[in-house]
């Protein structure tokens, strides 16, 4: 970790997009932003919440601890996204962890002048609360799926949600490189099985794999194996 001397643009991440523009340049004055390099924990599950990150560069995983050795990737982040909210509950603790999938750059505001900023902000405070509303709905559909959908679901589930945040490229695969075992980690299944499963899944002419990359050819099919829960 070490500060980096980028200058985001004030008007790219959830922060900057939903505050008045005369509040831009307090933002500025505050802002810390900061490189990660791959590998590397922005917070972890456990720590003092220090302030809230937005995302500049790169992507991150969010993930809890799950059993003795595990662990449940609750979801992925991308460039304008933020990440540490989780931690602005009463006990002002990390419930999560945040981890570098690649060279990060993240522009930290810390928690004083956040709120600061979401009093002075109106629509911003309403914008949060919409977010937060939409997240509580997501992870209760998650928690739902987890619990009844079989692991083949899970996986179709869990191909289809990162085309839907990260996109394909041109040669049909999805835009972001993932392991095998973080991939069966926010399916909520083991290694084995999940490569099990995806190999019938490519087997059926459903997906397609080369190396880390993942495409899909028939979204359809996908959609069907997450449709009758």
Known sequence: MKKNNHTCDLKSCFLCS?????????????????????????FEE???????YFLFKGKVKVHKRWGKDKQLILHFAK??????YRGLGNERVYPVTASAMEDVIVCFIDTPFFEATLQVNHQLTYSLMQFYANELQ????RMRNLAHM???????ETVLMLKANFGQNKDGFINISLTKQDMASYAGTTYETFFRMLNELTEEGTVKVSGKSIGILKVAAL????ANL
């Open 18 to 42: 939903k505050c008045l523009p005369e509040w831009l340049p307090a933002i500025g004055a505050n802002k810390k932003n900061i490189h990660f390099k791959k590998g590397e924990l922005i």
């Open 46 to 52: 456990g720590e003092a919440v220090g302030g809230i």
């Open 79 to 84: 460039e304008g996204d933020m990440i540490g």
């Open 138 to 141: 997501k992870a209760e559909q």
């Open 150 to 156: 079989d692991v083949k679901g899970r996986v179709a």
């Open 223 to 226: 959609e069907k194996l997450i």
